[in-house]
């Protein structure tokens, strides 16, 4: 089975349309993850079935015992997060979970408990499952989130003898981004023909080669700006990166947004050609990195 992370330096690249389509193009022999936690939404455009879903807690929460406090002020003065409401309540948004005034409080009044930060879900598609999640509002922890649906889709990929788990990884180059790209055999930079896209390439490159996955690309929108695409050409072909192929602007993929369906299913003819000749090729780029 081979690991497949979808990544890019910044957000609306086309990372979540092109991975649907990839999974189009291989129905029944993947499994797939979305690992964009904070704004999941693989889901809207694989036609997926929620049939089991989990809590996600990785923090704690202060929580006071009014019949155990008597009302000192400690844990008021001693909170820098502002977090203890003047009835020596908690608020459990300002808390940060750091266990300061469960510790200094003198009669043991406070106590950590476990906080929901989210919830993860598994579903069903017609390419095959997808592990996806949700998490709350201002709630930290995301790169542990991530692991969670890589780790569930890595063992239903292992457990149904597919061949693939392709991970639409986050955008950015951080936690979650490193949660998405652990493990993967090769991964698929989507770049996009601007100045700052030529940035962003540059740095979750370095990403990648911090954590020894080598990584191809492919230039989303290439037509839109002809010149900078040339540049990122020039730059993969200078740092020794494998170009899968180059995807023009096209309004299909706009209108199969809209039917919640992948491009894929929505159009034929030269669009199609380019995205599976995209996939294919960075199949053979990851072929050969394992063999």
């Known amino acids: 089975m081979k690991i497949l992370t979808v990544i890019s330096g910044k957000g609306g690249t086309g990372k979540t349309s092109l991975v ?13 993850v979305d690992g964009d936690v904070d704004a999941a939404n693989l889901s809207l455009i694989t036609g997926a079935r929620e049939f089991e879903s989990h809590d996600f807690s990785a923090s704690k929460v202060a929580v006071v015992n009014p019949e155990t406090c008597n009302s000192c002020g400690l844990c008021l003065e001693l909170c820098r997060f502002q977090a203890v409401a003047g009835d020596f309540s908690i608020d459990p948004v300002a808390c940060e979970g750091c266990s300061f005034c469960a510790f200094a409080c003198p009669r043991e009044a406070i106590e950590m408990q476990e906080k929901v930060s989210g919830r993860w879900f598994v579903s069903r598609t017609p390419y ?5 999640a949700r998490l709350g509002i201002a709630e930290e922890n995301s790169g542990k989130l991530v692991t969670i649906v890589r780790n569930k889709g890595q063992e239903l990929a292992k457990a149904s003898g597919k061949d693939y788990l392709l991970i639409d990884g986050p955008p950015g180059i951080g936690c979650p981004v490193i949660a ?28 990648c080669r911090h954590f020894g996955i080598t990584a191809a690309v492919c230039i989303n929108r290439y037509d839109l700006g002809p010149e900078q695409s040339k540049s990122i050409e020039a730059y993969c072909l200078k740092e020794g990166l494998v170009m899968v192929g180059k995807i023009p602007f096209d309004r299909a993929f706009v209108d199969s947004m809209v039917q919640g369906i992948a491009v894929t299913e929505y159009t034929g003819g030269a669009l199609l050609n380019r995205i599976s000749g995209v996939w294919d090729h960075f199949l053979n780029v990851a072929e050969q990195l394992s063999g």
Do not use: M, N, Q, Y
């Open 20 to 32: 649907a389509s990839f999974a189009s193009l291989v129905p029944d022999r993947l499994v797939l």
């Open 128 to 132: 095959g499952a997808l592990v996806h």
């Open 180 to 207: 998405a790209l652990s493990g993967a055999d090769a991964a698929l930079i989507i770049a996009e023909p601007t100045i700052p896209g030529l940035h962003d390439l540059e740095r979750i490159l370095s990403v």
